[in-house]
C-alpha cells in the first residue's frame, strides 16, 4: 500500500473534529483498521511522515466528546483475530497490544489540551472500563456478558498503558474506587477529592449499578491502582 491508498482510507481532519457522534464510529472503525495495519512490521509505509500524520488525526478525533466516544466504541469493541485459540479465557490473555501510536497520541493530549478537555478525555476513558466491567454482571445472555468482559480488558489495558501521562488519570481510579466501596472502619479512605466521588457516585446511580457491579468495579480499579 503507497501513501496515496493510505490517506484514501482515512477521514480527513475536518470531518474528524466536527463530525456528529454516530459518523465518528464509522470514522473510528477506519481509524482502528488504519491503527492496526500501521502496526503491522511488513507494512510499506511506516515512515515518519506517515506516523506524524495518524496522529494528528487521532488527536483531531480525540479532541471533543463524540469523537472520543465513536472512536472508543469502534476501538474497544471490533473483532480482533486471534490464531489458533478457540477458549475464551486464552482469547483474554492473548488481546493484542494497544497501539503505540494511539498510547503517544492520547499522552499527547493529556499533557497539551487544556484542563477541561483532560478531564473529559479522562473520564470517558474510565468509563469505557467501568460501563463494560458493570455490565459482565448485569447480562443474562453470556455472550454479551462475554463480549462486555473483553471490552472492559481493552479498556482496562488502555488506560492502564496511559496511567502515567495524567495524575488525573489516578485520582479518578481512587474516587471509583471509593465510590465503589461501603466505608467501614476497616475500609482505608482514598485520598481523590470529594467532588470526583460525588461525580461517580452519581455514575453509579444514573446507570442503576448495584453492589454486585460495584464490587466488580472495586476489584478492577484496585488492579490498575496496584500494578
Not at 463530525?19 to 492496526?36: C, D, H, I, W
Not at 471533543?64 to 477458549?87: C, K, P, W
Not at 488506560?159 to 474506587?177: G, H, Q, R, V
Request: proline share 2%.
Amino acid at each position: 500500500m503507497d501513501d496515496s491508498d493510505f490517506d484514501d482510507l482515512l477521514p480527513d481532519m475536518d470531518e474528524l473534529s466536527t463530525a456528529p457522534f454516530m459518523k465518528q464510529v464509522q470514522y473510528g472503525s477506519e481509524m482502528t483498521n488504519a491503527l492496526r495495519f500501521f502496526s503491522n512490521p511488513t507494512a510499506s509505509f511506516r515512515s515518519t511522515t506517515e506516523r506524524n500524520h495518524m496522529k494528528n488525526l487521532l488527536s483531531a478525533q480525540l479532541s471533543h466528546s463524540d469523537g472520543i466516544r465513536g472512536f472508543m466504541v469502534a476501538y474497544l469493541t471490533v473483532e480482533r483475530q486471534i490464531q489458533n485459540v478457540d477458549n475464551e479465557e486464552e482469547k483474554e490473555e492473548e488481546e493484542e497490544d494497544d497501539s503505540e501510536i494511539l498510547i503517544e497520541t492520547v499522552c499527547e493530549l493529556l499533557q497539551k489540551v487544556n484542563a477541561d478537555e483532560v478531564e473529559e478525555l479522562v473520564s470517558l476513558m474510565c468509563m469505557n472500563v467501568v460501563m463494560p466491567t458493570a455490565m459482565v454482571s448485569m447480562h443474562t445472555d453470556p455472550d454479551l456478558s462475554t463480549a462486555s468482559k473483553l471490552t472492559s480488558i481493552r479498556g482496562t489495558k488502555l488506560l492502564k498503558s496511559t496511567m502515567k501521562c495524567s495524575s488525573l488519570i489516578e485520582d479518578n481510579l481512587n474516587a471509583l474506587l471509593e465510590a465503589a466501596t461501603i466505608t467501614t472502619e476497616e475500609t482505608s479512605l482514598s485520598l481523590s477529592s470529594s467532588s470526583l466521588v460525588d461525580y461517580w457516585n452519581e455514575f453509579y446511580d444514573k446507570w442503576g449499578y448495584e453492589d454486585r457491579q460495584k464490587e466488580d468495579i472495586a476489584t478492577t480499579m484496585k488492579e490498575l491502582l496496584t500494578n
